[in-house]
C-alpha cells in the first residue's frame, strides 16, 4: 500500500539550531512532494513542493528541502529554527497516476526560545 | 479575499444531532476535499469531489454525506453525530489534483 513516515513525532530544538524532518514514501513510479506547515490552531500552509527538476527545493521562511529518489525521501531542512516555527509539519505525496494526496502522521515541532 | 472558507468555525452540539459544515473556494479549482483532523493531528481523507464528481469515497461511516450544488462548494452533512465525530474538519482544494490550498477548519465539539 502507498504510505509516507514521518519517523520523528515530536522534535524539540533550541532556537538557531538547525533542524531536518524526515519523510520517507512508498509509492512507485512519479510523484509529486510537499510539506505543509499548520502553526498553532491555524489550517494547513503549502512550504514547498517538488514536481520536477532540481531537486534540491527552496521553500518559504527559509526552509528547503531534498528529494533523493533513490531513497524515497523528501527531507525538510532549515539552517537555524526561530520560536515562531514552532507547529505541526506534514510531509505529503501524490503519485501520478493517483486521484489524492496521502499526508504523513506529522512532526510537532517545539522551539525553546 | 478568502481563498477557502468554511461556516462554521466553531460547531457544539449534542449526540445524535444532525449538522452540516459548508465549503466555498473562489480560486477556480476543480477539485474539493474534506479531511478530518483528530486530537493527535492525524489528518485522514474522507471525500473528493472533481467538476462536482465523487471521486474519493474513504472507509466512513454513512453518516457522513457530502453534496457538491456546483465545483465551488462542497458541504458536509453528518447525521447522528457521535462522541467520536469530534475533530477539526478541513475543507480544501486543488488544481488538477496536485497541490492543495487548505480552509480555516470547522472544530466539531461533541457532547
Known amino acids: 500500500a502507498q504510505s509516507v513516515s514521518q519517523h520523528n513525532h515530536h522534535v524539540i530544538l533550541s532556537e538557531a539550531a538547525s533542524l531536518e524532518l524526515g519523510c520517507n514514501y512508498s509509492?512507485?513510479?512519479?510523484?509529486?512532494l510537499f510539506w505543509y506547515v499548520q502553526y498553532p490552531g491555524q489550517h494547513l500552509q503549502l512550504l514547498l513542493k517538488?514536481?520536477?527538476?532540481?531537486?534540491l527545493v527552496k521553500g518559504i521562511k527559509g526552509f528547503e528541502a531534498e528529494f533523493i529518489k533513490s531513497k524515497f525521501s523528501f527531507n525538510l531542512r532549515k539552517p537555524s529554527v526561530q520560536w515562531s516555527d514552532t507547529a505541526e509539519y506534514f510531509c505529503?505525496?501524490?503519485?501520478?497516476?493517483?486521484?489524492?494526496?496521502?499526508f504523513g502522521s506529522g512532526t510537532r515541532l517545539s522551539i525553546r526560545p | 479575499d478568502t481563498a477557502v472558507s468554511q461556516t462554521p468555525k466553531y460547531l457544539v452540539t449534542q449526540m445524535g444531532n444532525d449538522k452540516s459544515i459548508k465549503c466555498e473556494q473562489n480560486?477556480?479549482?476543480?477539485?474539493m476535499y474534506w479531511y478530518k483532523q483528530d486530537s493527535k493531528k492525524f489528518l485522514k481523507i474522507m471525500f473528493s469531489?472533481?467538476?462536482?464528481?465523487?471521486?474519493i469515497n474513504e472507509t466512513v461511516p454513512n453518516r457522513f454525506s457530502p453534496k457538491s450544488p456546483d465545483k465551488a462548494h462542497l458541504n458536509l452533512h453528518i447525521n447522528s453525530l457521535e462522541l467520536g465525530d469530534s475533530a477539526v474538519y478541513f475543507c480544501?482544494?486543488?488544481?488538477?489534483?496536485?497541490?492543495?490550498?487548505f480552509g480555516p477548519g470547522t472544530r466539531l465539539t461533541v457532547l
Open positions: 480544501a482544494s486543488s488544481p488538477a489534483r496536485t497541490e492543495q490550498f
Open positions: 509509492y512507485g513510479g512519479t510523484v509529486n
Open positions: 517538488y514536481f520536477s527538476g532540481d531537486p
Open positions: 505529503a505525496v501524490n503519485s501520478l497516476s493517483a486521484s489524492k494526496i496521502i
Open positions: 480560486l477556480g479549482h476543480d477539485t
Open positions: 469531489y472533481n467538476n462536482k464528481e465523487l471521486i
